[in-house]
């Protein structure tokens, strides 16, 4: 019963496996090992875009900060959600890599309104020389609040961005949960609906510790790179790296976490909407779920074992009736049992 | 016959089991893991430093240059020598997290000399508020010539650091190399010598990578976190960079990959001094040579199989007398008969 | 009929006077020159804080970059208002000088309310390192809407940044035209009200172009004076910003030319009053005014010569009942006659 | 008898005239005054590059630092001088614009050798993403030794800069001695010799505080504007910098002060000539001279009232008999009478 995060789950045993079967023998360092040119193409292939660079990096905060560093400068301003990870959970890499600052677009359930990104958009660079210039913007899908943006929505936001001349990244963490929630292809979830690059999350989806960064201009590929070693993130033992993204991708592995995560997750949403005393705070569409239960309710799941975060309070201290906000996050390693389980403790 | 890099290896098997078996069920992760702790209380017993700050990171940049950061302020200059990596091999990164420029010390053999870097630091600073300030000292060991500092010089160069009033670093990529030739403690070539904070490597001897920032005071903890997190350089899945240096740790098993590194260099060595062709240009001390030898011999090498980096000229093009420097690194996983194998060769 | 700004105004003749005066011979330059240490002394006895660190700079933006540099941590935010120069006119500044974040502090007139700062603060480093870290609060006074906060409003907010450890600063670019609106001292509208440091400025009052940083913390000096030269912003011939500081302050020109210009601009606000199709947006409390008007209104006071800032249209080409927000800005040099005449086109 | 520093001097009345004659009534700020229109047409026509980019901003440490940053990505080095004032006098305000490191150029009399910069240039980006790449050179004329380089020197230094693909800059803090003694035009001094961008000084030789950026290629305009807002060092009454450089250019005000400095100089020179205790370490070509000579004698001037600065020791403690280096520096105000006192004191 731990729903913390996807984050703490295992890697899966295949990418074990792979990092097993890497660890032979000797290998050129620094992406020049031979795993990373099958990696390359098979992203290649997998987004339909040839000429895309690809890049592997250790985590999302890096991947995110490096491809923005390399999209945006540092007399511009990142359009992002007020909820975005870029904003709020990276101590200012974001900011750090770029120079840029962030203008924060209101968000309801997690997902930016075209009509507040471009009010947004269009009241900066008003101010000729004297305020931020436009930069780019970054949408997060799956969104931190577990919802998604259909096509059309990320199309639309990503049509506002290039009518003001500015490029669009894809924070894709958890890409892979909604891929399959949405049931189409990488390049329908990207450069078909305007994205050009984006941060394709492993980590929180049964990899070890690796992202790929897919840029599909290839003109900013060596400017990345030269960002990625400046930041420290151009890895020695790269195979490592490429060995676990290429278990990842092959026979589907990745596709059949993220469907394992996101089936756990209606699961729950099923018991929690059969439960009188939790509410749903959003329509959960991936892997991510809040609702609200009084604190009492909370210390009993605790007492009984479940982990998750409760995020507006102590579970402990308090009113005992006070309502407070759960985060439950599924990964690909949950059995239904183990859901069960959890709905069970939560009927009492 | 591969002896390119120290990074090119593969990790050891009791590193990979480790992970392997780090990867059970859940765990907190930034640095909440279980094994988090285990490997601090490690490393404290290790340096006889129960209060020493300590950190892991994936790689020696990283390392460098998140510490560098933490010590130094952006008006500073850190003193180095000429060869150092945070020079010549980080593009620019301990600039990008400290924000201070560096000041080269010369070296002959990979080694700056105790009245060289009195004169730099003395030299620095005379300006008032228009030069640089003096910053920390970063000194290298193993040097990057693959010679040694005597802990009687390590301790010089600090002390005249500490005389200025600056702390020092130890850029400890190859520290088990270093420790095992001196036949020292962790503590002797560290805070007992004067230093102030260790990147101590573990990704060129046979770990996957990781390496620990170990600090001495304990007050510059918060912001080595704070900066971490900001290069983007806090992992989720932290447990696999805890569990790489604990199997590192255990049993000795650091120091005996060290010494078979050692101990194959010295072989090479050995049989390097016995060929007439070839000249070493610095006494190699742990696990890394670089000798002189005709082009044609190199090519000779190269087209018996032997792989190693020519840092001066391409081995196939030019005149075949003209002497050519090459490097050539040994690692844990190299075994007698791959060295007699490139010997015998060499021998022709 | 100037409104535009108080900075396309004149320098007062005396602040001339006082240039040329100092133009005399030879002066040891960046900061050494004599009226230096004459203006930090008369500074000192204006603010009634004898230990206060002084420094002169050529404007606004440097003096708030600069001042918020030496403040904050590149891992923090800085609070401020969301209408604060600081965050839409400055390009970025006080990020490029201190490395950290702008939270957004909402306003209605310009003011941020202690209840909403409160929040804003709360919310933030709930996150432990993940998010960014609570820095300086920035304060505005006069606001960017021309209103001000009593002393016991900036003892409120000042109080909430202490309560949280939190330093203050304050952006005085018109700090006379509000220490004259207020009737108060130096001290009581800094210190006293619990502000750390000040942007003092003159620039906007009959200077040339000289704002002062006043430190009340001396031990942060000597970083505020590198930082300043690390931005380029040690003036070598110092000593004519010394004498257009000295002349600013001697015989109470400063107070007498921010009651000049507040003057005008209470003149303009009875006139405004008495005009059915102006409203004015705020009570104008020192020298500015925000007021709407229908569009052919500002085209026909734009034909007769009066020239001022349009908000939020071209006052040439839409619909000419739309309403539109006029700036109005006086400074010292404006005379009764040019706001009567002003005031007599508006009536028509 | 004040040979300190060309920063030391008064501006010329003509420059303090224009002062007050722009000081009249009100002027649109930040670069949209018309004065500084004539100034840029004034530029542009005695570089005879009319479709240069031409800035001011307040200082030379500005002007350099800005202009770099527009010229240099973070990743880089900028070749320079081992004496250069960015390297030594900039308190590491390149670096904080640029993000670049500076890679040094070993100079005898204050001049990089052709060879030398070759040299240094070739050796660095051999070591593909791990290493800095190469940025621009930027070269001084007048250097910090009082020397010159021809303008064949010159074109033979920016061609190798050209040939590896690098543009050039011009900290011409003293561009007008530099020009006089050449006895060459603005252009063949800059880009007729190669040189892509110019600080062009204007504070050392009788300004109050102005230099003006000048940048050949055009399309490098808006980034540098945005990079001086950035900075902090755009001017809101902006006039009061084109009436200074207005003043300075106008009927060639500029080349007689320079030309004013520069005699006084050579008069300097011939007296030390003349002189056995004093030896000049290298031969004066500008307005700047630095001699050698017992410590006993630079106490005896001082002691006679002569100012300037002695470089390394303390004149009044020590053996008298130590030689200590002296540095002389003329401006425009000098008289001919001054420096024969200046002689005759010196002749004892």
Known sequence: M???SDNAGPAHPKVMEALIAANEGYAMGYGADPIMDAVRTQIQGLF????????????????????????????????????AHIHEDECNAPEFYSGAKLTLVPTTDGKMAADDLHQKIAAEQNRGVHG????????????????LYSLDE???????????????????????????ALDCTPAEMTWKAGIDAVSFGGTKNGALGVEACVIFDPALAWEFELRRKRGGHLLSKHRFLSAQMQAYLTDGLWLDMARAANARCMQL???LRGHNAAEMLYEPQANMIFFQMPRSEHKRMRDGGAVYYVMDGD?????????????????????????SQFLDLLRG
């Open 2 to 4: 731990f729903f913390a």
């Open 48 to 83: 339909e875009a040839p000429d895309a660079a690809v890049y592997l990096i250790i985590n999302g905060t890096a991947a995110n900060s490096v491809l923005l560093g390399t999209m945006a400068q540092p007399w511009q301003t990142i359009f992002c959600a007020d909820v």
């Open 132 to 147: 931020p210039q436009r930069g780019p913007l970054s949408i997060t899908q799956v969104t931190e609040k577990g919802t």
């Open 154 to 180: 990320l199309a639309a936001l990503s049509r506002i961005a290039q009518d003001f001349g500015m490029q669009t990244h894809l924070d894709g963490a958890r890409f892979a949960n909604a891929l399959v």
């Open 269 to 271: 949403a099923e018991g």
């Open 315 to 339: 579970p402990e201290v308090g009113d005992p009736d006070e309502p407070l906000t759960g985060r439950l996050v599924t990964d690909w390693s949950m059995t239904a049992e183990g859901v």
